[in-house]
């Protein structure tokens, strides 16, 4: 770790504020990001933690729209979305370990967009809002790449807005080491139409798998799948996996989250 | 009844407590007000020449006290290989010497080639960043067959990078050779032994102390044998006289081998005590335990079996490229030739064996012991080709086994590769483990994974190892440097508590409490009134530490020897206090009595005797009640066992999920059983590991691509079943005084070969046609297979 200071806004206003300042980074759960600072692969001058922000922890519903605030905990999440959201809660609580949960936030998450991160695959499925301190960007938009997203320099991922799904369901193929998603698929059923929503597979981060919807907006089931194949091509080959078997694993995956769908 | 105290009892681990409330004590939690930092400048690539290295902006910084380079310990010794193998052809091994810091050339990634002393440890990591180094990269070797026939050479000196080529026994090979020619049916497998990161939960850490006033040194460090390690750095690396340097390994959180070595860094710390007149410490961060502790296993080998048309086994050959990474270890030749070759024969009565090992230098971290250390990849070689043959022929496979073990009376039976095997009974072993993993119930399970569409399967496997190494005698003749007996100091104090000294070193196995429970029973008394010292050379005798499950059977038997002579000088007092003659004396439930006669006096009574030596006969004998005894073993100890798993693959992702597990060992008599179960958890859990998870992977150009927990997979609880433990039918020992045979690396000897055998079943009765598939078995290799069959 190298030096840094620290400030702990209680508003919105203030952090965005203090982030103006130079190398000034946001910190929430500190999952990523500290781990990041131990091995010195970061060097902010400043960090500016967000877990004393109120107004940016909690879940409410809007008129049938859940809204978590982003510096909301996996473990919250986990244990508060289950009614209306059970997909949504189901894959906070299988995010890393309990210590994790109790730390790891929405908005770190999500403005993180690691590949193999699980929250931008349920952002995406639901065709999610992401609120920022400054607008609102739909979560088709806002997912630009691996670790790349929509956010602009000392942009604050304040809220995530969630349409309620008639059914959801995530289904996570651990890789083996790290227990992130090796493939995520999050699939969600609105009364127009299925979005199936897939991480931890490709190069370019979290993707929608358009065949799929088709095919299940078409027939909910799994039986629905059985024709089509998922390319290898951009898939990530690494130690764990290759591309084919990554491709092969969205299919199975999307089946059983079919399958499982509430 | 079991027992509650004394040998055979389950009791709890005293040591327990103060672990479990977080207060031990480890290296790194010892501080000293003048405490300074060391941090080190490490290679980011594997091969490369050294142009040129500039400390200078590194000195300047703030806190900075000192910085070394390889140039510093040019002319300092170099750390030893402990064990000469000698090549087929009777040339020596090469031996390159092993700088405390790279100099000229750095040989893999985290090979250390500067270090900086300063304040804190952040001002030492800064000032490590502001070394400047010119290398000029060099071609990586990692592929152990390339780099034989290359033309680079990871030690200029050794143009085919062979350190040796070895055969055991050079004897037999052409009776093996013939054997395998003529046979009714060969089975051939090729395999690799997968490399392994020991990732002890406390990574490695020393600390560095000097006394001008005395040229006195002080290492704290982690351990598994402070005598060895300061041996080593007296004889061989620094010249400091032994009787000016004390090594203390206080609690140390682990080792599995990897804490056996001497390392460059705990050089590093006490040269840099004397120079800058301060305590330095250094502890390694994950990242560096990843890189710099020595690896395990490591093999590629190829395998054949011989049988007749009945299934009698004939020969066993093997032919095995043994990766010995960038640099000898210390045990790093023993490993796969002695502690691998010699096992060779298995649980068999296989007339001819021959095993030839190459040890190959690479442009990877050194390799040496881990958790079972050649034995693994003995067994692991072994029980994949004897299940291999019994499906090439037809039969059952624990059957073939039953028709080759060695039975209840051919001991002591000399093995084919060259042991003398002293007790053991494969058959009970394997009757109870059928009994114990329900066999009977194995069929109506596999329906059931099936019509969940999952693919069950069943493993076996037998094992036999060789612990309580080892003979001294013996193990000079085969090369050994050191010998490998044990010590321990019995001191009974005038009110009669003890102190026991032992030259073995507790970190994990549980000696604070095992070892009172036998001198306890010995003495008749409360085992809770006996103390252990162990881990700092200036408080125990010399003893060789804690490896190779050899802390009972070496060092317990010390222990035993000078609880013996304790007795014997107790009896002489008590003989003189009771006026009677020594030979009448009898010791039970802790008092001395005059045979026949109900005169007596206690155990406490005679030690204060021993320290308030009046009316005593100082002219037969001394005063005081304190014994040493050193200890070399006759033999090697041999456990054995028989295990079984059962397994359910997923045939859409080949995910692998272990069910259940039965491991039924011959440890010998067992002092503690709540320990031993203990022991034999960890080592399963371990061998899972190795089976199903952990896979330490470099890239050509020698970068670690598993080097950190989010590629390394560690074992984890919900990975591992309900492990069913059983160790009744133990043999005893013929020739230690306790009848042990040690219990620390069985699970994860044996336990690789039955979870891959169960796989292989799995997907056999799923219709694949899959015979083999190299660890660990993730679920990509697995599909992978599976779809390639
Ligand atoms: C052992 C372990 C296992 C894990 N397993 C999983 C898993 O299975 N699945 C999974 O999805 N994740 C997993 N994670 C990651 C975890 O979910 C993290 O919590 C998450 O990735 C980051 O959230 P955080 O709140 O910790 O963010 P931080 O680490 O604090 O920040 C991450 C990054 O986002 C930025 N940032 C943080 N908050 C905001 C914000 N509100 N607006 C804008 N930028 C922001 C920071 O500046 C930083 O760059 C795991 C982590 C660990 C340590």
Redesign the pocket.
Known sequence: MYAFDIERPTTIADAVAALKSDEA???????????TLKSRLAAPSKLVS?SSISEMVGLSDEGGVLRIG??TK?DTVAKEAGGSHPGLAGLAGK???PA?RH???I???I??N?PA???PAAALAHGATIVTDRREIAADDFFTGMFDTA?EEGE??TAVKFPRPEASNYQKFEQPAS???MVGVFVAKFADGVRVAVTGASEDGVFRWTEGEEALSANFSPDALDGLSVSAEGMITDLHGSADYRAHLVKVMTKRAVAAAR | MPKDTGIGASTRRREDVRFLKGKGEYTDDISTRDLAHAAFARSTVAHGLIKSIDTAAAEAMPGVLAVFTGQDFADVGGNPAGWLINSRDGTPMKEPKRPVLAHRKVRHVGDAYAAVIAETKQQAMDAVEAIEIDIEELPAIVDVKAALSGDNFVHDEIETNQCFDWGWIEDNRQATDEAIKNAHHVTTLELVNNRLVPNAMEPRSSIGAYKESGDEYTLHTTSQNPHLTRLLISAFVMGIPENKLTVIAPDVGGGFGSKIYHYGEEALVLAAAKRTGRTVKWTADRSESFLTDAHGRDHVTKIELATDADGKFLAFRTETYANVGAYLSNFATATPTFLHGTLMAGNYTVPNVYVNVKAVFTNTAPVDAYRGAGRPEATYSLERVIDKCARELGMDPIELRRKNFVKPDMYPFTSAAGLEYDSGNYDALMDKMLEVCDRDGFEARRKVSEAKGMLRGFGVNAYIEACGIAPSNLVGQLGSRVGLYDAATVRVNATGNLAVMVGAHSHGQGHETVFPQVVGEMLGIDPSTIEIVHGDTSKIPFGMGTYGSRSLAVCGSAVVRATDKIIAKAKKIAAHMLEASDSDIELKDGNFTVSGTDKSVSFGEVALKAYIPHEFPLEDIEPGLEETAFYDPANFTYPSGAYCCEVEVDPETGKVRVDRFAAVDDFGNVMNPMIVTGQVHGGLGQGIGQALLEGCRYDEDGQLLSATYMDYTMPRADDLPFFTVDHSQGTACTHNPLGVKGCGEAGAIGSPPTIVNAVIDALQSGGKNVTHIDMPLTPHVVWSAMNNA
């Open positions: 980074q946001p910190l929430s759960g500190g999952q990523t990001l500290i781990p967000l982003g510096a996996h995010i890393g370990d994790v730390r790891g936030t908005g770190g998450s403005a993180n690691d991160a699980c929250y956010l604050i991922v227990r992130f998603a």
